[in-house]
């Protein structure tokens, strides 16, 4: 069955919880853990984001810690490509890049394995969520520097009114919802 984006787009929005003042007083919390947890609509999801850039577009995908890992995981087995993780500071075993960002909520550092890409490997980069877009940009950094291709940049949701597209500019987001 042919999955429109609006479908997509519906699929998250019915699965998504607000959560007032979490983790600090003034931010809303967008959990997508009902989405993760339903296995067709996830499945249907995970396709559509396949789909929108072509399952021959990249050769690995890049999960940002950690709500990125479970998208980046389910995406790399329906595909048959790779995982590189991309860690908040400390937690790689080996040597890594680093970038430093703020965000909606605070500070932040991630952190990617300098052998974690082949030169000129395509990279699919996923998340959950889009709000400021440090954490993006930060990733795609660290991609590049690591030596990674950046083949495209999906979320899941994009909050819209945090403007975080002008912060990825020129690169491309691709939001399965935006609110
Ligand atoms: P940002 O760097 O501001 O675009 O923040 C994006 C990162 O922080 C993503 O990894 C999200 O998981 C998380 N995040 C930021 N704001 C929210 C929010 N309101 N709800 C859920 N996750 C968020």
């Given at each position: 069955m042919h999955v429109t984006d609006q479908d997509m787009a519906a699929l998250v929005a019915g699965r998504v919880l607000d959560v007032p003042d979490f983790p600090q007083p003034g931010i809303v919390f967008k959990d997508l853990m009902p989405l993760f947890a339903d296995g067709p609509a996830f499945r249907q999801v995970v396709d559509?984001?396949?789909a929108h850039h072509g399952p021959d577009s990249f050769d690995v995908v890049a999960g940002i810690e950690a709500r990125g890992f479970v998208v980046a995981a389910a995406i790399a087995y329906a595909t048959g490509a790779g995982v590189v993780p991309i860690r908040k500071a400390g937690k790689?075993?080996?040597a890594a890049y680093s970038a430093s960002y703020s965000l909606e909520y605070g500070e932040a550092t991630l952190?990617?394995?300098q052998d974690a890409f082949m030169t000129g490997q395509r990279v699919l980069l996923v998340d959950d969520v889009l709000a400021t877009g440090g954490t993006a940009g930060a990733a795609l950094d660290l991609i590049v520097q690591a030596n990674g291709s950046v083949a495209g940049f999906s979320v899941l949701l994009e909050l819209g009114f945090l403007e975080g597209r002008k912060r990825v500019a020129p690169r491309e987001v691709?939001?399965?919802l935006t609110v």
């Open positions: 559509g984001i396949v790689l075993p080996r952190e990617v394995h691709h939001a399965v």
